[in-house]
């Protein structure tokens, strides 16, 4: 058994080959996405092999000794605030004894690691992992105790500014109008008017820069401990030296300025301005909230008595067999070793008619048995494709950081060069004879006046007027980093199954002497079945015939007596199969209907064939529109796992450049990365098939249909099915690019004006607080305009 020459997985005892091209390939969806585009270099794009991307350990681990069966914990990870929390997590991961590896996703709010499970306790690791502000736990875990459940992250913002209160307005009433001389000095500083002002003023603000400003404290520490330091550090500078200063100034030097309301203020503003970007975090990737539905953590394994037993996946061996009732997922892959039933695998293939199975049949893990039981044999490796699916979904989805990571390189030199004039600052005075009080002062203006409000804020605020204008076009943003990414797309795919179709089938014709008679009796039959195809029949059938007895359901076919009449709906090999008789009219209706791509079903009576349902997956209302309202710049490409006939339609269209059909999950991933070799791709799709793909195109757009995996895998998702929205996309993206540089273009020229004002000791703490918020009060102004 080889590997395949597009994805690398394994091919099947005779690989799919074509004489024209150079290969063994898995499936046919490799082969003519190979035909297409197999002279691009996909390491050009990605320089990691897709197999590579989930084997590796975490960055900062040691490669799996041979003789260990290493696993994979996904954990939830509640306090990251930056790159630099995730080489703190990482770091803390691989201090554990069994763990050789670990990943942390700032984007994704998850960590993935890989262990020892006979070293290390996989219920030991979210325990290890939560210190310092951070909680790690099992995805969709709820937290046990009070003060997990108190959590005050999500309301973090209005706190800050509602304690900001009690500090502000002494200071509005008392202390300011003091110093510009409204009041006598000795109004507020010669009486005890100052001790009733200032020891709450005191007690206030240590609260405040206790806790609204402990994660910037965290993350400062954290990222001087991996050696990143971040924009956190200046925060945490500016603010423990204004209250430093200002505390030391209240007890030991008493009457001159304090400045609790500069450090209120910056924690303030800075809060305010991380809750507006954490937004964008709301729907990060919650992994498992739909795997908890597609993968089976428990198989009804089969006795040799012939009896089951429920147990866990990870004790069940290759070659032992388990039970798989109607309705039920397949724990893992395998082969069927008794009975016959039809399977939905649309959740992984994107194959919209369930497939047939029978003794022998590979069946893959994830799918949903629809109509009969079956005994499945374990496959070598105990592996379900939807676990393969989330190994691709990680690979992709948690190397995209954001916007924040760019704020954070640039930190990696304006903090030591800010910290480093702030010291060099103080010491030049104190050089020239300035007193120590007036030379720690400017220090502290230079740290106040470079603290990166505006620049912490300008791109978030950007992103969410963007994410506004296009919510309001009928396109939910959920990765506001995207509108950085992508301004105008060279490539746009679309997944046809549930996005360009509805993903439900329906009748489309009726062939056969009476179409009445036919409906009516396959609806009668079909009204014992759960099977989607009898579904739609059922739908378009007027009322069913009575008297119906003896129902059966045969491999492809089910039957049963009908007004004493033994009917028969199905495929046409069952009724081949039966013995049954086909008429050529109906033969050639049925050719017909393949060619044209759909699904043609035979209805008949009494041993021979009376008519043919041609059913139909229904087009999506305006896709047509949709794709021709792209110009002629950009190239559109259809992907399905249907075969070529179903998607004939769409290699007809006009508008539709390519269309790739057969294609699996991992093949699907395979051909973003090469057509991303071309240029910038958008890729559109709504099941768990499409989830890779979506986070390794340059922006994913879901279905608000589509299954939880594929939105969270998502950066966008449109909110009414209406796909004509997807392409009003690329004006807002470009109209928020040009904002995101007018803000940052104000917030670095404000601090090379500022901090040399506040070097030249022009301006104290309280003006360097005024300057830090009247700049972001223009990137806000700048940002709230209208984007549509």
Known sequence: MGSCTLCDLSTPAEPVTDPDVDGAFCCRGCLEVYRTLGDVDPEEVDAEALQDDADAPGDGGEAVPDDVDAETAYLSIDGLHCSTCEL???????????????????????????????????????????????????????????LDRLSLEEYRAAIAVIVMMPVMAPYFLFVYPTYVGVYPRDFLYGSNLYFMVFIPLFVWSTIIVAGVGYPFFRGAYVSLKVGQPNMDVLIALAVGAAYLYSAASLFLLEGRTVYFDVAVMILAVVTVGDHVESRFKERALGYYSELAESRVTHARRLREDGSTEQTPIESIASGERVLVRPGERIPVDGQVADGTAAVDESVVTGESIPVPKSPG????????????????E??????????????????VQSTDAGVQRVANRFALVFVPVVVTVAVVTTLGWLWLGRPPGEAILIGVSVLVVSCPCSLGIATPLALAAGSNAASESGLLVFDGSVFERVTDTDTVAFDKTGTLTTGEMSVVDVVGADRESILKRAAAVEGRSNHPIGGAILDAAPEPTGDVSGFERNPRSVAATVEGDRTMVGHPD????????????????????????????????????AGVVVLRDTPRSGWDDAIAAFDDETDVVVITGDDERAARRFDDHPDVDDVFAEVRPEAKRELIRRLRADGTVTMVGDGTNDAAALAGADLGIAMSHGTELTIDAADAVVTDDDLSTVPSFFGIADRVRRRIRENLLWAVGYNLVAIPLAVAGLINPLIAAVLMGVSSLIVVTNSRRSLI
């Open 88 to 146: 703190f997590i990482e770091s803390a991961a691989t201090d554990i004894e069994g763990v050789y590896g670990a990943e942390a996703s700032y984007s994704t709010d998850m960590a993935r690691v890989t262990y020892d499970p006979d070293a290390c306790d996989r219920a030991a690791i979210p325990d290890a992992l939560s210190q310092f502000g951070y909680y790690a736990s099992e995805p969709g875990e709820e937290p046990n105790g009070f």
């Open 361 to 376: 049949s590979a069946v893959i893990g994830g799918s949903i048995v629809t109509d009969n039981a079956l005994v499945v």
């Open 378 to 395: 374990v496959g070598e490796e105990r592996t379900s494709t939807v676990d393969r699916l989330m190994e691709l979904l990680w690979s």
């Open 574 to 609: 069952a009724f081949t199969r039966a013995g049954w008789t086909v008429p050529d009219d109906l033969a050639d209706a049925v050719d017909s209907a393949r060619a044209d791509g759909a699904h043609p079903t035979l209805v008949g009576w009494d041993g021979a064939a």
